[in-house]
């Protein structure tokens, strides 16, 4: 950052107390009450919280005209960490084959979704496919897991999402995702095994997800994406300890809020960590709240940098 510019956002965030992080808000401190509080802190934008790119163009979420070529299936693993046979969608390219290996993509969901939010909601198979139709992105394979390690992994009644319950499950998932889900993607499909072609990304609570635990994984992740990261994120420092490591080993980092979202105060205090530590990332702040609208666009421009030779691209 220029030094103007990040005299700027610390004096921003001097005088305006609103527009500091949020602190990490640990499984048993999550309650409706936080919740709503939260999502209603005041929006104050620094000098640099602006648009990277604009919105995805038209149609970009729509299958294509002739139809998917690619497909989407369910896959089933045994987890460690609940004790059940667990669920996950994974979309599979155009033309997939065994002759090949595919980098991958794993992709979070937030606190009231489940494996389907991703591919229902956001319409991230047909974005993908798109790209890869238009040579925007590379042929990948794409995991949407159930980011809730629970046993009884559905999402809950409205009145039970901000529960200390539930967002315990999500903790619990980085060990899942690590121990389980990726030996048995590996072991099922003709998925690479090399870090550079793995990727970790997540919406609201999986974007703190993915945060918490690529940032901390490198050794497993080179490609991480945190979406309107929800308040379940990691203090920077706990994040990102030792910034030259995180500069060597990173291939891409971005993060994206929209400038309506409430939440947003909790990625504007990982990105001015960054920049203060001059780890490379990409910052989108868009003019969006926290919604399918945001999460789309910002998986379209994630995406298509993806497994590509040049950093931060």
């Known amino acids: 950052m220029k030094p103007a510019l990040f005299k700027a956002h610390y004096l921003v965030l001097l005088l305006f107390p609103a527009a500091t992080a949020l602190a990490q808000e640990t499984p048993g401190q999550v309650s ?10 005041p929006v104050v934008l620094a000098v640099d919280d602006v648009r990277a ?12 005209a002739g139809g998917m070529q690619g497909r989407v299936e369910i896959f089933e ?17 155009p033309h997939y084959s065994s002759d090949r290996k595919y980098p991958v993509l794993y992709l979070l969901h937030g606190i009231g979704g489940n494996e389907w939010e ?6 991230a198979d047909a974005i993908i496919e798109n790209l890869i139709a238009g040579g925007k992105a590379v042929p990948m394979i ?10 009884d992994d559905r999402p809950p009644p409205p009145d039970k999402i901000y529960s200390p319950q539930n967002a315990g499950g999500f ?13 048995a993607i590996q072991a099922k499909f003709s998925a690479s095994t090399n870090r550079e072609q793995r990727s970790l990304a997540g919406l609201s609570m999986g974007g703190g997800q993915a945060l918490n635990f690529g940032l901390t994984h490198l050794d497993t992740f080179a490609w991480v994406g945190g979406f309107s990261s929800a308040p379940n994120t990691k203090p920077p420092a706990e994040l990102v300890p030792d910034a030259a490591v995180a500069r060597e080993r990173l291939k891409l980092l971005y993060l994206s809020s929209g400038n309506q979202d409430g939440l947003i105060s909790v990625s504007q205090g990982v990105h001015v960590y960054l920049q203060t530590h001059r780890v490379p990332h990409i910052w989108n702040v868009d003019d969006h709240g926290h919604d399918g609208e945001t999460w789309g ?8 940098r993806l497994f590509v030779t040049t950093n931060q691209k």
């Open 32 to 41: 409706p009450e936080s919740a709503r509080a939260n999502f209603r802190r």
């Open 53 to 64: 790119f604009p919105d995805a163009p038209a149609g970009f979420n729509k299958p294509p």
């Open 77 to 93: 693993y045994d987890s460690t960490v609940t004790g059940t046979r667990r669920k996950a969608v994974v979309y599979l390219p």
């Open 118 to 123: 991703w591919s229902g909601y956001v319409h």
């Open 142 to 151: 794409v995991v949407m897991p159930n980011g809730r390690a629970l046993a």
């Open 171 to 183: 903790v619990k998932f980085e060990r899942d995702l690590l121990d389980c889900l990726i030996p």
């Open 297 to 304: 666009s910002n998986l379209y421009y994630f995406s298509q």
